[in-house]
C-alpha cells in the first residue's frame, strides 16, 4: 500500500475514498474498508495523525499504533492511504474547505464511512453534506456493539477474548526491545522488555498468553510485585526462541489472561508459577 502525508504525492485519479481515524481497525472499521473496495476506483483511505482527540487537548489511549494502524488497512486490500496531520488548522476548516484541501484533489468521486462520521468546524459535515458538494457517498452501518471505546474499555479490564471479538483478531501490544533488569534470563525465563508509547492503551497488569515473531509467549503486564517493582512494563517470554530482539520494534498479541501478577513466598515458588505460566501458554490456542 502506498502512503503519503500529502495529497499531491498520491495524484489525481477516480477514487472511492474510505475516510475516518480506523484506531484499532476493529469490525465496524473493516466493514467501510470492504465497501470502499466494492465502490470501484483507486481504494483510498483517508486517516489523521495525531488522533483528533488527542490535537484537542483530550486524553486518549490508543489501541493501535500509525504504523500498525496502516499495516491492518494495507492487510484489508487498501491500494493506497493518505495520512492527514491534525492539528488546529485543519480543526477549523468547514466541510466545503476540508473537500477542496483534502479529497478533491486526489480526485475523489466515491466517500465511504461510518454513519457516526462526523468532520470538519465544529463536527458540522457528514456524509449528506458531502453529497451537497458532489461526491457519491456511501453510509456503512454501524456494527452493534462494536466501538474503539468499548475495545478499550475491555482491554483496561483484561478481557482480552472479548476485545478480539469486537478487533476480528487478537489484540495487541506494541513497542521496541529495549534492555531490562536480565532477571528473566536469571531464573532460567529470559524476556523481550517493550518500551511502549505513551499514548497506547496497556491492558489490565497480569500474565497473559499469546505470541509474537511466530511464537508461542507468556507475557507479563505490571510492576513485578515478588521483587518490588514500581514502573509498569511489559515483558514477553518468547517460548523456543533465541536470538536478538534489542531495538526491534515488536508487536506481542494477547490470547488469554491467565492470572493476576502477585508476590511469592520464596523464589523457588516464583520460578514454578513461571514454568506452570509457560506450559499455559504452549497449550493455549488464538481466540479467534
Known sequence: MKVARDPAELGSRPRAVAIGTFDG???GHRRVLEAALAAGGTSTVVTFDPHPRIALGYDV?????????LELIAEAGI???LVVEFDLELARLGPEEFADAVLRPLGTEVVVAGADFRFGRGRSGDLTVLGTLGFETRTVPLVEGVSSSTARDLLRAGEVERASSLLGRPPEVEGTVVAGDARGGTLGFPTANLRVAQDLLVPANGIYAGAAEGHR???????????????RRVEAHLLEFSGD????????QLWRRLRDERAFESEEAL???????????RRATPPL
Open 25 to 27: 481497525v476493529h469490525l
Open 79 to 81: 491500494e493506497e492511504a
Open 271 to 281: 520460578v514454578d508459577q513461571i514454568g506452570r505460566d509457560v506450559e499455559d501458554a
Open 245 to 252: 530482539l534489542y531495538g526491534r520494534r515488536l508487536s506481542v
Open 61 to 69: 489511549e490508543l489501541l493501535t499504533t500509525l504504523d500498525r494502524r
Open 217 to 231: 509467549a507468556a507475557i507479563s503486564i505490571g510492576t513485578n510485585p515478588h521483587y518490588g517493582g514500581q514502573e
